[in-house]
């Protein structure tokens, strides 16, 4: 490169300090590049000199310096095009709800403020609903509730008639389940193409028991436990789902141990994932236990130092960091990390279309129906369709907009006013931490 030759930063680059340490990291997800620098070169960055970079050349072929900013432009409008025709190309979730009633009273239940429909689920509705889905090509359903293997015998009846007819049309089935009652429904879903069964523990025997009971106040840990230990013995996948709080935070230690004890993460079949406890539609009485995004992942990265038993268990994504380090090399850029309305619809037992798991039972988000007539809004739909890194003003020119992908479209809403708003990420902090865990 000659002197005279200008250069400009990259519109794309994502740089900080790595936590507890004095290197920097720099990713750049328009050119899939990712590397971590000294100080000298991150500060030479910031004031623009260029010139005393160690190895300027590499910087340039990296994609973290540019001759010309009108070449990113058409990158990013390229790895936009290709964005939107992979997810066409993808799978639809269709989740289905089949009861909003629920046999748990969890001390931090989203739901409870929903307005209870009586109508039954019944063969004629879960017929016109997969009639219905019949539009989407590559689809699998997810079974939703409130808890949808409720322990009755009309509940296990409809519950079987949707595994059957997934099964007579091919189509996979996942379940999210409190799992208190999968011992009881083995029957039934070792009939289907199950995917996996989602359940959730919120820490060891004692923390879940108090923050996860019956209606009537009884434990349900153990017989929980029993189940995952049926689904895996017969080969089911299952994802372990721990609900995250500062009331619980401290017992996961505890729980990975005792995951480790009975031999579930020495599955393939076992996976997990921490779920943060949070306020969507309504306040919750007790929101000075709630984390925000970043302050989870502080005391999550804390825990870790202290517990290696805890990454046995689950490890972090931490942003991309997690999928850095698994994968050598970073993932697709994200224009749009809302499902909704794209490879996400939600159908319920009243015969109601919604976007999403986060607006499915919430009248106002109705989008139309497909009983006992169908109908759909497609002006509200577009609306979702539409929302991505583009249509949101204060994303579209973000350094971190490929990372976040504008977040969650029901989040923003709820919080903003509005559909085509962010749902911002931590990200740059998030990736200070993971790339100092992982890296």
């Not at 969507?280 to 038993?309: A, G, T």
């Amino acid at each position: 490169m000659t002197k005279k030759e200008r250069l400009f930063l990259s519109k794309h680059n994502i740089m900080s300090k790595v936590r507890d340490s004095e290197d920097y990291y720099i990713i750049n997800l328009l050119s899939r590049n990712a590397d971590i620098i000294s100080n000298a070169d991150a500060n030479a960055l910031n004031i623009l000199d260029f010139s005393s970079l160690s190895d300027i050349d590499a910087y340039i072929e990296k994609g973290y310096l540019l001759h010309d900013l009108n070449d990113e432009d058409k990158e990013f409008k390229r790895a936009y095009i290709d964005f939107i025709h992979d997810r066409d190309q993808s799978e639809t979730q269709i989740f289905f709800v089949p009861s909003y009633a629920c046999n748990f009273s969890c001390s931090y239940c989203y739901q409870n403020g929903y307005q209870s429909i009586h109508r039954s689920l019944n063969n004629e509705i879960i017929n016109l609903f997969f009639e219905y889905i019949e539009r989407f090509d590559k689809k699998y359903i997810t079974l939703f509730g409130g808890e949808p293997l409720l322990p009755s015998k009309e509940n296990k009846t409809n519950i079987e008639y949707i595994i059957q007819k997934a099964s007579e049309k091919n189509i996979g089935i996942a379940i999210v389940t409190n799992g208190y009652s999968i011992l009881e429904y083995m029957d039934v879903i070792q009939k289907g193409i199950i995917r996996e069964i989602q359940v959730t523990l919120d820490g060891p025997e004692a923390v879940h028991n108090k923050r996860r009971s019956l209606k009537d106040g009884g434990a349900t840990f153990s017989k929980i436990v029993e189940g995952i230990d049926a689904l895996l013995k017969v080969n089911i996948p299952v994802n372990l789902r721990v609900v995250v709080d500062k009331e619980n935070i401290n017992s996961l230690p505890e729980l990975a141990e005792f995951a480790v004890r009975q031999g579930w993460t020495k599955n393939p079949l076992f996976k997990t994932q921490l779920g943060r406890n949070y306020e969507l539609h309504f306040c919750q009485q007790h929101n000075n236990k709630l984390f925000d995004r970043l302050s989870l992942y502080e005391d999550l990265y804390q825990l870790i130092k202290k517990y290696p038993v805890i990454p046995q268990f689950h490890r972090p994504s931490y942003s991309i960091s997690k999928f850095l380090f698994d994968n050598g090399e970073l993932p697709e850029p994200l224009f749009d990390s809302c499902p909704a309305c794209k490879t996400e619809w939600a159908f319920d037992y009243t015969g109601s279309i919604y976007s999403c798991t986060a607006t499915v039972g919430k009248e106002d988000e109705k989008l139309g129906t497909f009983y006992p007539k169908v109908y759909l809004n497609t002006d509200l739909v577009e609306q979702w369709e539409d929302r991505d890194v583009l249509s949101i003003p204060d994303c579209k020119h973000c350094k971190l907009n490929l990372a976040c992908g504008g977040g969650c479209g029901s989040a923003a809403k709820n919080k903003n006013g509005g559909l085509h708003t962010p749902d911002c990420r931590p990200i740059k902090e998030l990736l200070e931490i993971g790339m100092k865990l992982y890296f």
